[in-house]
């Protein structure tokens, strides 16, 4: 299992189509999570399916709607956004998401892993704490 997080009390300014940064890494029980902190991505390296729940308190820092994303390897992933939230409101609001992820086996020829990026859509968004869990089902 693998949980990271972050957290602001004045809020985190992270501009659109950029992922969130986690500044803590609070549990981490297995090598094939490669992650230092602070993180704005995280590779899966061991075959499998895995659980990754995410939610974060954060709000427009602009005039329209924000939301995170999961993106792996660089595509957006299906189904893992969070609901969108419209311009400030004075207090953040929460959303989240979970997903699941399958890691393929390596070969000789080829080494499959998986890169897991939270990113920003609509506008800037400022973050007051976002949360990430990531556990091994298989």
């Known amino acids: 299992m693998l949980q990271l997080f972050t957290k602001s009390v004045a809020g985190?300014?992270?501009?659109?189509?950029?992922?969130?940064?986690?500044?803590?890494?609070?549990?981490?029980?297995?090598?094939?999570?490669?992650?230092?902190?602070?993180?704005?991505?995280?590779?899966?390296?061991?075959?499998g399916?895995?659980?990754?729940?995410?939610?974060a308190n954060f709000e427009a820092d602009a005039e329209g709607t924000v939301g995170v994303s999961m993106f792996v390897d660089g595509d957006e992933y299906l189904g893992a956004t969070t609901g969108l939230i419209t311009a400030p409101t004075?207090?953040?609001?929460?959303?989240?998401?979970?997903?699941?992820?399958h890691v393929r086996r390596s070969c000789n020829c080829v080494c499959n892993t998986k890169t897991?990026?939270?990113?920003?859509?609509?506008?800037?968004?400022?973050?007051?704490?976002?949360?990430?869990?990531?556990?091994?089902?298989?």
Request: no cysteine; proline share 6%; aromatic share 10%.
């Open 49 to 55: 399916y895995y659980i990754v729940h995410f939610d």
């Open 90 to 101: 004075g207090s953040p609001q929460n959303a989240g998401f979970t997903a699941i992820v």
């Open 116 to 138: 897991l990026q939270f990113i920003v859509q609509g506008v800037n968004a400022l973050v007051f704490d976002a949360n990430v869990v990531v556990t091994r089902l298989d």
């Open 12 to 47: 985190i300014d992270v501009p659109v189509n950029t992922p969130v940064t986690f500044n803590e890494k609070l549990i981490g029980t297995n090598d094939s999570r490669f992650v230092t902190v602070p993180a704005s991505q995280i590779t899966l390296a061991d075959p």
